[in-house]
């Protein structure tokens, strides 16, 4: 094929993915640094924006709790897609005849909406009828029957919890994926030199493993900083009860939707950037961390 | 991330691959099959299979609570939550599917998701064949410039894609949305499909090309159905993200005649919220188009959720 038709065959997706996906993402920073005043752009306002963020009422009291709340998703999450997730795998290799049934169960509500899951749950842990309360009644743990997403203390661990609930079919799938790319011969090997099971994991098995952890981490990472759907339908935009499920994403929604500040536009973008550069910044350095660790295992 | 294309079809090896190398084969001798079986027996033994089907039920029961109290009366739930729905009633159904707009809803995500699918995946296979194939550097740099799409948090983005929307007339616009699906979908398309069009055979192209093909005959009638599982991974995959995604239309969609689902789940709970059965029924009418896809489709969604997972 030569260059010209290449580019032809190229054109589509370019102007379409040009127009809807870089022009937006590039402008989206440069509207973090100019003055807004409603949808009217200003001159430019060097780091104004940002200073905003760190300086004005409601950021300096919601945005450190949101990025907490962020943060303890992302940690909470890891804490139980590592345990769990990676118990559960380990247990499901080598189960040939079952695993693909048991692997497709687990990643069924992870194909459910957030919006779906969340407002499922909020019915089943209602305090008036929820289902998950009755039960607990019935097999006499009524100390245990609380309103879990009415109380500030305990609603951000449910929204955390549900989202794991959700998710844990992925690092299931992954990290199986990753046990069946471990060599037998190796386990075997250290088998053989008289290695434990618990050995053979230790040594063996989970260095092995650690860039699929890596992934996965990374990915978490991203998915923890996004998070919007689904403390969204828990909480609605203000992340009740009293702010204890808010989000950044919740915030920048606010921000730029519902505040109804003149310089929405610039501080909500402002916002918008931080998030990026904390996103792909931890991304890329944990990226970085991992590719050394692949080099020293295949050396 | 490794974003290595490790290929795709990689992504079921290990499933498929493992339980061959387990058994000693039927030539093998009798001991040797012994210790092979003592090498792949299962981890934990019946403890862990009880415990591995306890898990799936705990993923499972809310999904089958979901649906039981869809058929169930209001009354009914709110005096025996845990209680069998049984006779089946319909009523919240119908109470979701024409009072609540749900009818409406469900067309409305049915023409966006279905149009940003067809349209991302027919530029990404066009595209893809063109840098799979191409020899010259500008390929290489517009292949990375697709695939730095990947890592893009596109929802950041949504105050320029409102402005621009507002600016052509594509805000409360069905077709802006799919516009928006189909683009957001390109790099991910792209990444899969290149993979793809790398592993034919370049012989394909030279003999087509020798019995007179133009370079679109040779795309669309030879290599297209040779890449046809990817098309099918690529379209399912990106099917579920769409059709669940909440924050573009919450934002770009203003009358409710042109509501998805979720933003018109949204407004129903808002103001439903103590109809529980019907709320139910709302949930997995949003829900059902997924699970009927999961159940046709599993292959190509677990395809896509290991895709790029480098070996």
Known sequence: ?299 | MSVVPAGIGTADEPADVTPATGDGGPGSGAPRRQRARGRTAPVGGRTASVALWVYAAFALVPLLLMLSSSFRSNGDLISNPLGAPWPLSFDAYEEAWTAGNFATYFGNSLLVTLGAVVLSTTVATMASYALARGRSRIFRWLESLFLSGLMLPIHLAILPIFYLFDGVGLVDSRLGLALLYGASGVPFSIFVLTTFFRQLPEELEEAATLDGASAWQTFSRIMVPLVRPALATVAVFRFVPIWNDFLFPLVLLRDDAKYTLPVGLTQFFGENATNYAAVFAGLVITTLPLIALFLVATRQIVAGLTAGMSK
């Open chain 1, 1 to 299: 094929m030569n260059r010209r038709t290449g580019l032809l065959f190229v054109t589509p997706a370019l102007a379409l993915f040009g127009v809807f996906v870089l022009y937006p993402m590039v402008t989206a920073f440069s509207y973090a640094f100019y003055d807004w005043q409603g949808t009217a752009r200003g001159g430019f306002a060097g780091l104004e924006n940002f200073t905003a963020l760190f300086t004005r009422a409601p950021f300096t009291t919601d945005l450190p709790r949101a990025l907490l709340h962020n943060v303890l998703f992302f940690v909470g999450t890891m804490l139980v897609q590592n345990t769990i997730g990676l118990t559960v795998a380990f247990l499901l290799h080598r189960r040939v005849r079952t695993r693909r049934a048991l692997q497709t169960l687990y990643a069924m509500p992870y194909l459910v909406s957030p919006i779906v899951i969340g407002y499922l749950w909020t019915l089943l842990l209602s305090p008036t009828f929820g289902p998950v309360n009755t039960l607990l009644t019935k097999v006499g743990l009524e100390s245990w029957a609380l309103p879990w997403l009415g109380d500030p203390d305990t609603a951000l661990w449910v929204v955390i919890l549900v989202s794991v609930w959700q998710w844990i079919g992925f690092p299931v799938l992954l990290y199986g994926a990753a046990l069946g790319g471990v060599p037998e011969e190796l386990s075997e090997a250290a088998r053989v030199d008289g290695a434990s099971h618990a050995q053979t994991f230790r040594r063996v098995t989970f260095p092995l493993l650690v860039p699929a952890i890596g992934t996965v981490s990374v990915l978490t990472f991203i998915f923890a900083m996004e998070a919007f759907a689904l403390p969204y339908a828990f909480g609605g935009s203000t992340g009740n009860p009293a702010g204890s499920t808010d989000f950044i994403s919740l915030l920048f929604y606010r921000t730029a939707f519902d505040s109804g500040a003149t310089d929405a536009i610039g501080t909500s973008s402002a916002l918008a950037t931080l998030l990026f550069v904390l996103i792909f910044g931890g991304a890329y350095a944990a990226t970085a961390v991992l590719r050394r660790h692949e080099r020293r295992i295949t050396a």
